[in-house]
């Protein structure tokens, strides 16, 4: 016999969207207001690759977003004659999502490129390409607080970025993802659910990141590289944490640049 249902009274996740009444906190009152500084901002995962960057490029520090771990700085450096702002963003839709929030209340950029890694859920289609998501599966709980409850949320500029990549002789598929705070819970039944709909990858911010910059009125740019596989018997760790990683995600730099040009 099936157990009664308690019933608290307490809002779902999916009736958290409120776009009637103002936020309690914002960004401007942490920071202040700011003039914007640039208007294109590159985003990393990885320390390394922003190593790179300050070992490579004459970069001057801009900005801090003040996280619980600390300063995160916010660099600016001429790349061909544009200037582009980067810094190295926490992980999670929660964690990217907020250093996307105050970034922008800092720096003004309007147009923001992420990069990083993504386990692979079709060996065949994803093997030595580019993955760009179109659209992400909303496995969070950052993103329902920016937008209406839905299954998935479109990422808005896959289309570009498959002519840009394609035009610049990139190998790249476009096809779903799977966002997840889960790291630890990414089953198999629920991997193959999200496969059959069609999502290429599993990771952990698109879908929060598309829905804050939705929200603010900014656009986002993002695309991804396979690190390790799910799409196995077992897990295939790949390169993931390698230091074949950190070269893969150089160049994923050098394409992030490229694409800043094209904005």
Aim: net charge negative; proline share 3%; with cysteine.
């Amino acid at each position: 016999m099936r157990p009664a249902r308690k019933d608290f009274g307490f809002a779902m996740i999916t009736d958290t969207f409120d776009n009637i009444t103002e936020a309690v906190i914002s960004p401007e009152m942490f920071y202040g207001v700011h003039d914007k500084f640039c208007d294109i901002c590159v985003v990393t995962f990885m320390d390394k690759v922003l190593q790179y960057v300050l070992d490579n490029f004459s970069c001057t520090c801009i900005s801090n977003v003040s996280l619980d771990r600390g300063l995160v700085p916010i660099y600016t450096f001429n790349y061909k004659g544009k200037r582009i702002a980067i810094f190295l963003t926490s992980s999670t839709s929660a964690g990217a999502g907020t250093c996307l929030e105050e970034a922008n209340c800092l720096i003004g950029a309007t147009k923001y490129i992420f990069f990083g890694s993504c386990g692979s859920l079709s060996r065949d289609i994803t093997a030595g390409k580019i993955i760009v998501p179109d659209r992400a599966y909303r496995d969070d709980g950052f993103s329902y607080h920016y937008c209406p409850a839905s299954d998935y949320i479109e990422v808005k500029n896959a289309d570009f970025l498959m002519r840009e990549l394609t035009s610049m002789g990139i190998p790249c598929v476009k096809g779903g993802t799977w966002t997840t705070d889960g790291l630890y819970r990414e089953t198999r039944g629920n991997m193959e659910k999200r496969k059959a709909e069609g999502c290429l990858a599993v990771e952990m911010e698109v879908a929060g990141i598309q829905a804050v910059c939705d929200f603010r009125g900014l656009e986002l740019y993002d695309f991804l590289m396979s690190g390790d596989l799910l799409d196995a018997p077992e897990w295939d760790k790949r390169i993931l944490s390698s230091k074949e990683e950190h070269d893969e995600q150089v160049k994923c730099l050098h394409i992030a640049l490229e694409l800043a040009l094209r904005l």
